[in-house]
């Protein structure tokens, strides 16, 4: 440190000044080094005088008049007077002179090689400051060469950590402006610029007479994108692309990589993607040749654009490389700029879903239907619901108008037309009402057995494909089991009769006036469910799901308190849907609902030790985006006093007309009611004033009345999980190529037990110096196929000369905690690197 140099100065003069005999010590300072530290020297028998170009006389004087017996240091900030203008010359000849340049005391004290001393010389105004001097040393560079020296320099007007050049070129490009940079300006301060400038070819391969850093940063990503495309860049991009490829991959996947600089990764891909003019170039090439590309956001538009076209055209069996249309959107969701375009991607995916339900074929057993709706035709709904999801999330959604229109089209025409007919015309059996468990069993078949406190969380309107999802959803969370079942719903699907059938009764009726009782006693608000609810359980409770959001820990306690049986009603969907001005934002319920009975499982859980949910709901819906036409409108044919909704008419009489179906009300309910249930055949609607038209339910589908059944165990406290782990697959040790293609495996499935992460590996010498790029690798594969969780992975090498006596290493680290997880030892025998005039 600078402190040093001086205690060594300080050692050397004291050394001088040590005996009786009184001595005159003179120090020139050409350049004034010491100026400033001049005083801070602590000598032991001498005092500092301080020379001055115009104080001669009066010093000679001083000196051998007025004090004739202190020992006196002379220091003068300038070079020594020639011998006619020297009027101290005398006084010099019975004196010592000292000698101290800093480039000398800099060089003995860092232990730098004495050949190294005009580097130093040369870049000697940059330790005239201490704190940039701190800096220097602070680096603690072991071997001192002329560019490690001049890394070190640039590195302490950077102020990083280590001296690295890529640190360098790192923060200039993401702490500087590519014109006036402050850092270049520093550098040519202190001379520095000429080497920066050597650097930059010797890393990257730049090279420009007249260099700059937006020129730079075009080679760079130029550079990057050549290694990533199939065939070559464009014409005009050609004259920008280095020869050491690896080096720059290495050190642009560090920066896109890097939670803290892949804004400013993407603030440089937007520049060089409007000064190359990205989108002209690129969008002649095929998609297949973009498809590994990350290093303009333009490249996503392209790849969006091609399956967009694809499923317009309903050519689902389009792939890329053999990937097909989900693939590819996964595959570019994962990528860097795939964060930007989630939206899109997400909507294309489940448009693809959609669009594959064109070929849509419906059994004709009552059975068969139920059977298929609940293992693969509820997707479609969930596609459906998603798609819109995410449609509904872009600013800008007019390039996906179009396929919004096929998508409705073919969910309208091609599955629900087909689907709710087949349903309506085996539903009207009576067989039919064996083939699931109805609703008005849901007490007796799932709560009066239990032994334990159970929990109802009923959920207005969650129909069973949004019941599955959350399912799904539960699986991933290591303190639930979940089992999902299902109920068939009564007839009317609708509220008040729905909720009336979950509740124990040993009677359910609906008046001649269309009121709903349950053991003749009226349960539309919670207190008449309340008071139902305790004459078969007394330990129980009604509550609503938004007093119990509100509450505290301890009035949630309160509320548990002695209870066996505690019936929770949720009202997200149904609450949305049901008023015109809302009806379009029910599917942002639906994620809403998922995620809030989900947060409600686990705060119970966490609060008052309840382990034991049963989630359910009283009905389902049907939702189509379109407004309905007046020919998918049923003129009223009902009777005068007769029960009317959009989906269902009670009535005394069965409705008879083209397109309607009709069910005796007693069948449903389980009694002898005489009263006739008439309902469309489709999806149409009875006409009547007022109300939504996007949202309906009341209805016969599966979608208004095949509702889900949530069986739900939960741990209280910690269940141990494990994140999962990757491995190599395949057998390397040794690499002999700047570019190599590795194997791995995701040892195991993702589950409740077993999280996901996401790796970033790479290729690390035994310095830890990154010599590849970095890939992040997201590990959320549930497949339990082992050949379905192999992955490959692309690495490009630092253009460089390596040692093959030394140790190279593939490492895996854990981006979530950073541990390393994997370390894998190779040796590097790369042929012809570094500068051999081989374009590998």
Not at 519 to 525: I, K, P, R, W
Request: hydrophobic fraction near 40%; aromatic fraction near 12%.
């Amino acid at each position: 440190m600078v402190e040093l140099n001086l205690k060594q100065i300080t050692d050397k003069l004291n050394v001088e000044f040590n005996g009786e005999t009184r001595k005159l010590v003179f120090w020139y300072d050409d350049k004034a080094e010491f100026a400033e530290d001049i005083d801070t020297l602590v000598l032991v028998n001498a005092k500092v005088y301080h020379l001055e170009p115009d104080n001669q006389f009066y010093t000679k004087y001083f000196l051998e008049k007025q004090d004739c017996t202190t020992n006196y240091l002379i220091y003068a900030p300038f070079p020594k007077p020639a011998v006619r203008d020297n009027h101290l010359e005398d006084t010099l000849l019975y004196s010592k002179q000292f000698f101290a340049d800093r480039a000398s005391l800099l060089m003995v004290d860092l232990g730098i090689d004495a050949k190294y001393k005009p580097v130093i010389q040369k870049y000697i105004k940059f330790f005239r400051a201490k704190d940039r001097t701190q800096r220097f040393y602070n680096l603690e560079i072991e071997k001192f060469t002329r560019d490690t020296i001049e890394i070190a320099l640039m590195s302490a007007l950077c102020k990083t950590r280590i001296a690295s050049f890529e640190e360098i070129v790192r923060v200039i490009l993401t702490d500087g402006e590519l014109e006036d940079n402050k850092f270049l300006n520093e550098f040519d301060k202190y001379d520095l610029l000429p080497a920066f400038w050597r650097f930059c070819e010797q890393q990257f391969g730049y090279n420009d007479m007249k260099p700059t850093l937006e020129k730079l940063v075009i080679t760079l990503f130029i550079t990057y994108t050549e290694r990533s495309i199939q065939g070559e860049v464009p014409e005009a991009w050609k004259s920008f692309v280095s020869y050491k490829p690896g080096s720059i991959i290495a050190f642009l996947d560090n920066l896109m990589n890097n939670v803290f600089y892949r804004e400013r990764f993407n603030e440089l891909s937007a520049h060089a993607a409007v000064r190359l003019n990205a989108f002209a170039a690129l969008e002649t090439y095929e998609p297949e040749a973009l498809l590994n590309c990350d290093t303009f956001a333009v490249v996503d538009r392209f790849i969006i654009g091609w399956v967009r076209e694809r499923l317009m055209a309903e050519d689902t069996g389009a792939n890329l490389e053999g990937i097909t249309i989900p693939e590819v959107c996964q595959k570019r969701k994962k990528m860097h700029f795939g964060k930007d375009y989630q939206e899109q991607y997400q909507l294309l995916e489940n448009a693809y879903h959609l669009i594959q339900a064109a070929k849509y074929n419906c059994p004709d057993d009552f059975k068969e239907i139920v059977d298929q709706y609940r293992s693969s035709d509820c997707l479609i709904d969930t596609a459906y619901r998603n798609f819109y999801y995410w449609f509904d999330q872009l600013t800008d959604n007019v390039a996906f108008e179009h396929l919004r229109d096929l998508v409705e089209n073919i969910y309208t025409n091609e599955y629900l037309s087909k689907l709710i007919t087949k349903w309506n015309t085996s539903l009207i059996s009576e067989e039919a009402m064996t083939v699931l468990p109805l609703q008005r069993y849901f007490y007796s078949r799932y709560i009066r057995s239990c032994k334990e406190r159970v929990v109802v969380i009923i959920s207005d309107a969650m129909r069973y494909e949004i019941g599955r999802s959350l399912w799904a959803k539960l699986q991933d969370d290591a303190k639930c089991s979940a089992k999902l079942e299902a109920m068939l719903s009564v007839l009317p699907s609708y509220t008040r009769l729905g909720m009336a059938a979950l509740l124990p009764h040993k009677s359910l009726e609906m008046t001649a006036d269309f009121c709903v009782l349950t053991d003749g006693s009226v349960c539309d608000d919670l207190k008449q469910r309340e008071v139902i609810l305790q004459n078969y359980n007394p330990s129980s409770r009604c509550v609503q799901f938004d007093d119990i959001k509100a509450m505290k820990r301890t009035a949630i306690r309160q509320v548990f308190a002695g209870m066996d049986v505690i019936y929770i009603y949720h009202n997200q969907i149904d609450a949305r849907g049901d008023k015109l001005n809302t009806e379009n934002e029910v599917f942002i319920a639906c994620e809403e609902a998922i995620n809030e009975i989900h947060d409600l499982i686990k705060r119970l859980t966490d609060h008052v030790s309840a382990t034991h949910y049963i989630v359910t709901a009283d009905h389902g819906f049907i939702y189509k985006r379109d407004k309905l036409q007046e020919s998918d409108k049923i003129t009223n044919v009902a009777e005068k006093g007769a029960f009317v909704n959009r989906r269902f008419i009670v009535s005394d009489k069965a409705v008879e007309d083209d397109g309607i179906c009709s069910i005796p009300m007693g069948r449903i309910l389980g009694n002898d009611d005489s009263k006739m249930v008439s309902f469309p055949i489709s999806s149409n609607v009875f006409k009547v004033a007022g109300g939504g038209q996007n949202y309906v339910h009341g209805g016969s589908s599966p979608q208004e009345m095949i509702i889900p059944v949530i069986d739900i165990k939960t741990k209280k406290g910690h269940k141990a999980t494990r994140i999962v782990q990757i491995t190599l697959v395949s057998m390397v040790q040794k690499i002999t190529n700047l570019i190599t293609t590795l194997e791995f495996i995701q040892t195991e499935p993702v589950s409740d037990v077993v999280k996901a992460t996401s790796y970033k590996i790479f290729f690390t010498s035994e310095d830890n110096e990154k010599i590849s790029n970095g890939n992040i690798y997201v590990a959320d594969r549930r497949e339990a196929d082992p050949q379905k969780r192999i992955f490959r992975l692309r690495f490009n090498f630092k253009n460089k000369q390596y040692d093959k006596s030394k140790r190279y290493y593939l490492v895996a680290y854990d981006e979530k905690n950073d541990l390393e997880i994997l370390r894998h030892a190779v040796v590097m025998d790369v042929a012809f690197a570094n500068d051999f005039g081989f374009n590998v």
